[in-house]
């Protein structure tokens, strides 16, 4: 008997490092980057339904059959050659255009379903190949972070981000981070496309083990849950590019490592801005020092800057951990 319904949570990403190697042949850029999930999440329900798909989604700009959910529920459907079709709800948490694969990981929690719905009707293995068509970062949301083989402290993401291997911990501490939320997305192609026309003769930083050798660092902070050893550590090498049409990313890592924040960085292709913290009271100290800062000393309002059309500013801050929210800075 068909399951009415398969619900899914599909958490986010953050990226501690993010290294580009140079462009493939391809046309898509080698990268080495190091990614931990997070407590911000989507909500994926799947039911099945006599035939066709469906995608209901608010707040995801395009035609659904644009969405990258709805081509995972295509593509699950062909290759396990379901009789039946697929009604998909998402209910957003993850920030679109954020840099945090929410798109990736609901295309993921899309195949996770289809493959429970029909039974689990092929290997595992499968839904990691259909995920590799799909989108370079859809392979890791289909990992769990806690497994039979040990928890997960990070993912290695190498060649254009599919290639994805499990760093595992014996001990993994949780880490703590504020999340700051901008009101403008950024498009992937886009920042990688200004990359390519600021940078496009990449040092060569190839060691033994890590194209990247500023990688190991931030991999060792993870596996000590050293959260002085990350802040200084994490990096993103489209950063540059995308600040320089989005000022204000930079001037957000200010305020937050004025604000306590050990480290501070731009996650993916942004446009969210990430600062490490060591605990949920440190993090709730930095949130409150931000709001000052920002208003008193920057001159800014953060309901002004979340509100005005067409002007980039700042949406919410969100306190994370690795599997749920711990607090919410609101705007009013």
Not at 42 to 53: F, L, Q, S
Request: proline content about 7%; overall charge neutral; hydrophobic content about 45%.
């Amino acid at each position: 008997m068909v399951p009415r319904e398969i619900r899914v949570r599909a958490r986010g990403k953050v990226n501690l490092g993010l290294g580009i190697l140079g462009k493939r042949p391809d046309g898509y850029h080698e990268v080495e980057s190091v990614a931990v999930l997070v407590g911000l999440a989507d909500e994926v329900a799947v039911h099945p339904v006599p035939y066709g798909i469906e995608v209901l989604c608010s707040g995801v700009p395009g035609p659904p059959e644009e969405n990258l959910a709805f081509k995972a529920g295509r593509a699950a459907l062909q290759c396990f050659r379901a009789p039946f079709g697929l009604r998909i709800s998402i209910s957003k948490g993850i920030p679109v255009g954020g840099g945090m694969g929410g798109a990736s990981a609901d295309a993921a929690a899309v195949l996770k379903a289809a493959w429970m719905l029909l039974g689990e009707p092929a290997p595992r293995e499968t839904l990691t190949e259909i995920a590799r068509l799909l989108g370079a970062d859809v392979p890791m949301f289909l990992l769990e972070d806690v497994t039979k083989e040990g928890r997960v402290s990070a993912f290695l993401l190498r060649g254009r981000g599919d290639e994805v291997r499990p760093v595992r911990s014996r001990d993994v501490p949780e880490i703590y981070f504020v999340l700051v939320l901008m009101n403008f997305p950024v498009s992937t192609a886009w920042a990688y496309a200004r990359w390519d026309e600021m940078f496009q003769h990449p040092a060569d930083r190839r060691t033994t083990d890590f194209a990247d050798p500023r990688i190991p660092l931030i991999i060792d902070a993870l596996k000590t849950g050293d959260a002085r050893l990350l802040g200084p550590s994490v990096f993103n090498d489209l950063e540059e590019a995308v600040a320089t049409d989005f000022p204000v990313i930079r001037e957000v890592k200010q305020v937050l490592c004025q604000a306590g924040a050990l480290g501070a960085v731009m996650t993916g292709s942004g446009s969210t801005v990430i600062g490490i913290v060591t605990d949920p009271a440190h993090g709730l100290r930095v949130c409150r020092e931000f709001r000052r800062i920002w208003a008193e000393e920057r001159g800014h309002s953060l309901k002004k800057s979340s509100s005005l059309p067409g002007r980039p500013g700042i949406k919410e801050l969100v306190l994370v951990g690795r599997s749920q929210v711990l607090g919410r800075c609101t705007l009013s």
